[in-house]
């Protein structure tokens, strides 16, 4: 069975300092995807950075960059240079290559920007 | 270019009481996945409409049922309410194409019931 891990309910940071969180998950599927999702107080789900499994580069989107360690199944989403419009809830998800649509959460860790 | 929309923002029902929740996928998007959130927990899948039907389900009872009409948009329908069912539903659309499959999330429709 699929399942995604977040194993911090909730860290804070700093404004300008750099944050890492963490997820992991249990899969024995060879191709999938991994995604971070942002949901912030307003409530919608935005995508923050994806992940193929068969990539060996960690994916980067401006200040937000992956730690993927496929061997480990650990997915961490590092923010640089925190903003506090980062403030929110992260999701971890998952997803099957052939089971195109369904996503696995994580039960996501909140994030709290210090000014 | 419209995202995805939900209708409504806020229900309030009564136990026993039956529900329609209302979704419109993003622009040119062909496939719509429901899921409920409970306060402090992430997303869980309960169905996916692609081509009118129902493709895929997650581990919801058959009170949760949906439908999927000719132009995409999408209706989730909740019978026989219990306080359990108390959460956030969300709409996400994507293509069917896998290799283009990213999902884009509606701005969901808080339900809850007394």
């Known amino acids: 069975a699929q399942t995604v891990t977040q194993s911090q309910p909730e860290m804070s940071v700093q404004e300008a300092e750099t944050v890492t969180l963490s997820c992991t998950y249990d899969t024995s599927e060879s191709d999938y995807y991994l995604f971070w999702y942002k949901q912030p107080p307003s409530r919608q789900m935005i995508l923050v950075i994806r992940q193929e499994a068969y990539k060996q580069q960690n994916a980067t989107e401006n200040r937000f960059s992956v730690n993927f360690q496929k061997a480990a199944k650990s997915f961490s989403l590092k923010i640089s240079d925190s903003q506090l419009g980062d403030a929110a809830m992260y999701f971890c998800a998952y997803r099957v290559e052939y089971n195109f649509n369904k996503f696995y959460f994580g039960s996501g860790t909140k994030l709290n920007v210090k000014p | 270019d419209a995202g995805v929309t939900q209708s409504p923002t806020h229900l309030i029902k009564t136990r026993g009481q039956q529900v329609t929740l209302r979704c419109s996928p993003k622009s040119g998007h062909d496939t719509v996945s429901w899921y409920q959130q409970a306060l402090g927990q992430g997303p869980q899948f309960i169905f996916q409409?692609?081509?009118?039907?129902?493709?895929q389900r997650g581990n919801f009872p058959d009170r949760f049922s949906g439908h999927q009409f000719p132009n995409y948009s999408s209706e989730l329908n909740v019978n026989a309410l219990l306080l359990g069912d108390s959460a956030l539903y969300l709409c996400a659309s994507s293509l069917a194409d896998r290799d283009r499959n990213e999902q884009f999330f509606g701005p969901g429709t808080r339900l809850t019931v007394l």
């Open positions: 409409y692609y081509e009118e039907e129902e493709r």
